[in-house]
């Protein structure tokens, strides 16, 4: 399995940002996805997720200005970022959802920087 982010960048506050995520060597469309961060120093926490059918959750820290969509013709995940903080800066990652096992390698993820 491979997982490709990119879209990342730096950005001031309020900016915002589309993540994309290609994923390739898996039946994606049989797969929730997830997007996950992480920042310098802390742990990878799931910021957003997607289920087969479309039905998306999302950590309180992004809800509102965040949405996740998926493209199972292009294998491909996403999340808008609207609103952003500097609290959002992290490395970003996409990789199988809630429930499902994830791919053992994460990829190079995409790096979000928000300055205030």
């Known amino acids: 399995v491979q997982l490709q982010a990119s879209g990342g960048g730096l950005v001031q506050s309020g900016g915002s940002l589309r993540l994309s995520c290609k994923a390739s060597?898996?039946?994606?469309?049989?797969?929730?996805m997830g997007w996950y961060r992480q920042a310098p120093g802390k742990q990878r926490e799931l910021v957003a997720d997607?289920?087969?059918?479309?039905?998306?959750n999302y950590a309180d820290s992004v809800k509102g200005r965040s949405t996740i969509s998926r493209d199972n013709a292009k294998a491909t995940v996403y999340l808008q970022m609207d609103s952003l903080k500097p609290e959002d800066t992290a490395v970003y990652y996409c990789?199988?959802?809630?429930?499902?096992?994830?791919?053992?390698?994460w990829g190079q993820g995409t790096l979000v920087t928000v300055s205030s």
């Open positions: 060597g898996m039946l994606f469309k049989i797969n929730g």
């Open positions: 990789n199988r959802g809630l429930g499902y096992a994830p791919a053992s390698y």
């Open positions: 997607i289920s087969t059918g479309g039905n998306a």
